[in-house]
């Protein structure tokens, strides 16, 4: 079965980079060179940059998103960022279960569900990440780790699955150069959608974003897969041409 949802989501992670200066910059040139483009749009920016971004977009077809945030509503946290806070400024998008949070951090399985769960109570779209590492993908697990990732969340969140937005991200390909061929990337597209199905009969509308290296290049003929419906995009985001060009091909393939 295809899938019925054909608006494609890009969504620019600027990890952490960025400067006042960087960013104006940046958004400027975005704005040169975007009017209404047919796919989503979205920006996700290190938190301290948000009142700055939320200014800068105001009437633009941008939407602000986060990298990360707490699992907890308020309280004794030092460090940590709550869905309120960042509901605050605007924010419709936050990544969660980012393979360099599971990596660096130790984000277990559970703790992303969780921190998707927040996300959806504050009325913020978690971006859902999964991925196998490339030791995983040589030993023929690649299959078996995304379902355990996605299975987790499905398990916290229910019925309100059909709400996040799933980003594949193999992570031997992330900042490496190196991509899944788009057969590759669509193959575990397709099984996550199986496993959506599964959980939710509203599966066809959850977007399932590609973020492994996407790029002006290759971005054409990864969106153009049946079950891929946007990017995550990494170092590309940074680069106004690079990035414009990403929204151009998915706005051509959106309906």
């Known amino acids: 079965m295809t899938s019925t949802n054909k608006k494609k989501l890009i969504a620019g992670n600027w990890k952490m980079n960025g400067s006042l200066a960087a960013n104006a910059a940046l958004i400027d040139g975005l704005k040169a060179g975007m009017s209404h483009p047919a796919c989503d749009v979205a920006l996700c920016v290190p938190s301290v940059y948000l009142a700055q971004v939320q200014q800068l977009c105001a009437g633009t077809a941008m939407h602000l998103g986060v990298q990360d945030l707490s699992t907890h509503v308020q309280g004794a946290y030092t460090g940590e960022v709550s869905a309120a806070m960042v509901k605050d400024f605007g924010v419709r998008y936050a990544i969660v279960g980012h393979s360099e949070c599971r990596q660096y951090h130790g984000e277990t399985d559970e703790l992303v569900a969780k921190k998707a769960q927040a996300a959806l109570a504050a009325g913020i779209t978690p971006i859902v990440c999964v991925g196998e590492t490339l030791t995983q993908r040589e030993a023929g697990q690649t299959e078996e780790v995304v379902k355990r990732q996605l299975a987790a969340v499905i398990h916290t969140n229910g019925h309100c699955i059909s709400e996040i937005v799933l980003a594949y991200e193999p992570v031997w390909a992330i900042g490496t150069g190196q991509t899944a061929t788009p057969e ?18 509203q599966a066809e509308r959850i977007q399932i974003v590609y973020g492994g290296s996407m790029n002006a290049a290759n971005a054409s003929a990864l969106l153009a897969q049946t079950d891929i419906d946007g990017g995550l995009i990494g170092g590309a985001s940074l680069k106004a041409a690079d990035f414009l060009s990403i929204i151009s091909a998915a706005s051509e393939l959106s309906v």
């Not at 590759?184 to 009969?201: F, M, N, P």
């Open 184 to 201: 590759q990337a669509q193959a575990v597209h397709a099984l996550l959608r199986v496993q959506l199905r599964a959980a939710s009969s």
